[in-house]
């Protein structure tokens, strides 16, 4: 077999294949035993991989732990709060959950009879990253009928690491005032309740309902997801709820470090996922992010929450081998059967698609967008979401989309149309919702997309629309919302110059005495 010639005389002449490995079948690293795996066409033993991914795991998490970078090339690692783990109980979060185990708390010093580290409190070797560590795992039963409970089956995992404390939540917690005020120290933050337009779902202009429903959490949950509109909004809604509750309950614990065990091959499609429903401009956030709860008024907080995902460079793949060669259990996690048509799911079957046939395409998904940022600063924080929210979001979906046949752009497209046809199409002006009376300057786009989207298939409603208003997630109104914003008997009015000359009478100086 040729790989080169006159393929007019050689009709054999063939292009050899690729080989999946290099030129050797020994391992990279240690260049002495045979491999036993490929990662991107690279071979390593078994001995070899676990320290590589140990590696990767540090170098991506190490950088960020101080809260303030030194000027030393090796500073000493001592984090200002305590860390906070996202447990779901599939392959990620369990490697994680072994990992940060034995990398910072399963090497502690012994202790003597009287419960102290023996040589000394301040003894060099006593000193530890993080003083404590907690597990949270959000529980989504609630959501749907018919899923199992598994709340037991993750603390039986996590009690395996007796240094790690198990923080249960569920995700009806979103709806409940009392956890709410557990994590906020608020005590009279009220109910946001949305409009629902005849056929159950959140109208466009996302009204603010007057109406004060009592619901109980689980009731109001179930409210809220058989209002979206589409199988991508429940499943988009159920992450972001899960989210927001692990970022409370991390913050209000003292936790200065929160990581997810989200792969590269998992960040990959979350990105993408993202970015196809309109969450582009929080694209970085997705990667890393400093958060903190937005006061109303008042300077910047400083306890700020760092959420790390340290297995971004570790695929799937390494993962489930990692897994396997050191004996962690992995308990799986309940696919959402509303979920199964929805984007995130598609985008996972593309990705993990791609992984199988060009491995290093993944790799390359997460490294552009780690290098793409927004052009203008953001305009606040999103309600619901609580990620970064991008300004006028309404003048640029103006731009982008058709409102009205009456539009001026539309004027010459429509000459095509015979006449007695036009009389068919609304070219009337929509009324337009006045921004003082609706959420959407609290939103972001891709929230505000995802409640407002329509789809030609629908979703089916899991049971009769008795009301006509949904509740909304407990921290929507919390703070300035219910100060400034559309809340019930003080909904944002427009104040006159009268009204305004009356709050500021007793500051302002009569003329008189200036005369005088």
């Known amino acids: 077999m040729s790989s080169c010639g006159n393929p007019a005389t050689e009709e054999q002449a063939l292009m050899p294949r690729r080989l999946k490995f290099g030129k050797s079948k020994d391992c990279v690293r240690c260049r002495l035993k045979p491999g036993n795996i490929v990662i991107r066409h690279a071979v390593y033993c078994k001995e070899c991989f676990t320290p590589i991914v140990d590696m990767k795991f540090r170098k991506a998490l190490e950088p960020s732990v101080n809260a303030r970078a030194g000027t030393s090339k090796r500073p000493k690692l001592k984090a200002s709060g305590n860390i906070c783990l996202g447990f779901s109980g599939g392959l990620g979060s369990s490697i994680l959950l072994d990992i940060v185990h034995n990398t910072y708390f399963s090497s502690r010093p012994p202790l003597d009879d009287s419960g102290k580290p023996r040589g000394g409190i301040n003894h060099p070797r006593n000193a530890s990253v993080w003083p404590s560590c907690i597990v949270c795992y959000v529980e989504t039963c609630g959501a749907f009928a018919g899923m199992q409970d598994r709340t037991d089956d993750i603390r039986s995992v996590v009690e395996r690491y007796p240094s790690f404390d198990f923080v249960p939540l569920r995700i009806e917690d979103a709806f409940d005032g009392s956890w709410w005020t557990n994590v906020s120290g608020s005590n009279s933050t009220p109910q946001v309740c949305l409009e629902l337009s005849k056929d159950g779902l959140i109208t466009d202009g996302l009204h603010v309902a007057s109406n004060v429903i009592g619901l109980t959490p689980v009731e109001a949950m179930r409210s809220y997801l058989s209002s979206l509109p589409t199988q991508t909004a429940i499943s988009s809604a159920l992450q972001n709820l899960a989210r927001v509750l692990i970022l409370h309950t991390a913050h209000s614990r003292g936790s200065s470090h929160l990581l997810f065990g989200s792969s590269l091959t998992s960040l990959s499609i979350s990105l993408l996922s993202s970015i196809s429903q309109g969450g582009g401009y929080a694209i970085r956030e997705e990667l890393q992010e400093e958060w903190a709860p937005v006061a109303a008024s008042g300077p910047k907080p400083s306890n700020v929450l760092r959420v790390i995902r340290p297995l971004r460079d570790v695929t799937a793949k390494e993962c489930a081998v990692y897994a396997w060669w050191n004996n962690i259990s992995v308990i799986g ?157 003080g909904a944002r009015r427009k104040i006159s110059e009268d009204e305004m000359l009356d709050n500021v009478a007793e500051f302002l100086i009569d003329n008189q005495d200036c005369e005088e």
């Open 333 to 489: 996690r309940d696919k959402q059967r509303r979920a199964i048509l929805g984007i995130a799911a598609l985008t996972k079957n593309f990705v993990v698609g791609l992984e199988k046939d060009y491995p290093s395409t993944v790799s390359t998904i997460a490294r552009t967008c780690e290098k793409l940022e927004p052009k203008d600063a953001p305009s606040g924080q999103c309600r619901l979401c609580k990620r970064p929210m991008q300004s006028a979001i309404q003048e640029w979906k103006g731009h982008i989309s058709i409102r009205s046949y009456s539009d001026n752009k539309l004027s010459a497209d429509l000459a095509h149309i015979p006449s007695p046809c036009r009389g068919n199409l609304d070219t009337s002006t929509p009324s337009q919702v006045p921004p003082l009376l609706s959420l959407t300057d609290f939103l972001c786009y891709s929230c505000h997309t995802t409640l407002t989207s329509r789809s030609s298939r629908g979703v089916k409603q899991s049971a009769p629309v008795t009301s006509s208003a949904t509740p909304l997630p407990i921290w929507v109104a919390d703070r300035g919302l219910h100060e400034d914003g559309p809340m019930g008997d």
